[in-house]
């Protein structure tokens, strides 16, 4: 379906040099937003990002950041 | 609006603290979700049924109107379903009767056990944004309930969208289970149960389907119908004000009939945007409003007599001001209902919506003002 917000405006981050490759980011996303490529996360669909932090308090590297409202 | 108390932005979150659970004098049984009590290493535990019934749905539908919304939950802890043993999976799920119904509902013909926690009444996503569906609460209720005597396996299942409040790998530091996330969708749990505990991609994407728009619409609405009160009392005051004598019964109707354009606006600002949502153009929502707020003021102003507005220049103006603003904000405001939207898009629509509603207001009350003079004074 065709509902995206605002371009550019996310606050999300991922820092590939942290990534262990475990992929629990590719499973909380509720936007598909990561992908995995050559076993590290990979922001594939930054402007679906709706900012509910889930990937970021999933990452046991600590790899991404995103300032995250409460829903 | 998605401020940083929202997502589900209406009172619904604002659960009290009322009704403890543990206080509850009911005896599980008692429950008409609860089919009979099983005997587990841990006590009795409730068996639930797996059909919801003619009261579950007379629930849903008054919750969904914005009855009992706060209070509307069920006992925190450990429920069986079908006839689980050790090995059987456990689901972690809200203690919010809505969520706990449509779960039960999707797991007839399962052995499973569900492990409740206590969101103080709250669904899973809202609850895991606002943080009781946490970290800390499910380590303390696997804690309490003693799961691990119940289970010799060491996965949990949690939906996926109470992710945002659980740290999975903090989970398995503190009690050695490992968290699995299921699906987005109760729906989706047989699929995920038969498939080794494998979600697909579909399985892992929220939707904001029609249906799910319409259904956030009489929450949303009653709390913008809550304005209807003020803007009459502002059209009555306006009406009032005027040179001759003063009939209060025709002031009154005048003043009625006033309002419907306004209504119409907020309810376009809601139900419009919400029905319409892929279809208007923008991606801004108070654009999105704007756009529909505009359309409206100016069939309305087309027929300003029929509302019994004065036909009058500066009345027009102030009232394609007022009527756009009005549609505009409450598009801003449904932000917090949506599943797409985020804090930072939010915030910048703000940035330069705010502004310019807080401009059009004022520039429509001075219009109004001008024009009470010259009655007066002309």
């Known amino acids: 379906m065709g509902l995206v917000y605002l371009k550019d405006v996310t606050t999300l981050t991922l820092h590939p040099e942290k990534c262990i490759g475990c992929e629990l980011c590719t499973q909380v996303c509720p936007h598909l937003v990561f992908t995995m490529e050559n076993k590290k996360a990979r922001i594939a669909n930054k402007e679906a990002c709706m900012e509910c932090g889930a990937c970021a308090t999933n990452c046991p590297a600590a790899a991404i950041s995103v300032h995250s409202g409460v829903g | ?378």
């Open chain 2, 1 to 378: 609006m998605k401020k940083e108390n929202s997502c589900c932005s209406t009172p619904c979150c604002d659960a009290t603290e009322s009704l403890e659970p543990s206080a509850h004098p009911n005896r599980n049984t008692d429950f008409p979700w609860v089919l009979e009590e099983m005997d587990t290493p841990i006590g009795k535990i409730p068996k639930i049924k797996t059909q919801t019934e003619f009261a579950d749905t007379l629930g849903a539908i008054a919750v969904r109107l914005g009855i009992n919304r706060s209070n509307y939950r069920i006992n925190p802890g450990l429920y069986a379903v079908g006839n689980p043993n050790d090995l059987s999976p456990v689901l972690v799920t809200a203690n919010y009767k809505l969520t706990f119904d449509s779960l039960r509902k999707e797991l007839s013909k399962q052995n499973l056990w569900i492990l409740v926690l206590d969101t103080k009444g709250i669904n899973v996503w809202c609850a895991a944004g606002k943080g009781t569906f946490s970290t800390d609460e499910l380590i303390k209720r696997i804690n309490l309930v003693q799961l691990k005597n119940v289970i010799s396996h060491k996965t949990i299942i949690l939906p996926q969208l109470g992710a945002p409040g659980v740290a999975a790998h903090e989970v398995s530091k503190h009690t050695g289970l490992k968290v699995s996330y299921g699906p987005v969708y109760a729906r989706d749990l047989p699929r995920f149960l038969n498939n080794e505990l494998k979600a697909t991609t579909d399985m892992r994407k929220v939707h904001f389907t029609l249906k799910n728009r319409l259904t956030v619409i009489p929450v949303e609405l009653k709390v913008v119908l809550k304005v209807l009160p003020i803007l009459f009392t502002l059209l009555f005051i306006f009406n009032l004000i005027s040179p001759g004598e003063i009939n209060f019964s025709r002031v009154f109707l005048q003043s009625a009939n006033n309002l419907i354009p306004y209504a119409i606006s907020i309810a376009l600002g809601t139900l419009g945007i919400a029905a319409l949502l892929p279809y208007i153009p923008f991606r801004s929502f108070a654009a999105k409003g704007l756009l529909l707020g505009l359309a409206w003021a100016a069939l309305a102003v087309r027929y300003h007599g029929t509302f019994n507005f004065p036909e009058n220049t500066l009345i027009v103006a102030a009232n394609i001001l007022f009527l756009t603003s009005i549609t505009s904000f409450s598009a801003l405001n449904f932000t917090g209902s949506t599943t797409y939207t985020s804090i930072s898009g939010v915030q910048k629509e703000m940035l330069y919506t705010i502004p310019l509603i807080a401009v059009a207001t004022l520039l429509g009350l001075g219009l109004v003002i001008t024009y009470k003079i010259m009655l007066f004074t002309g």
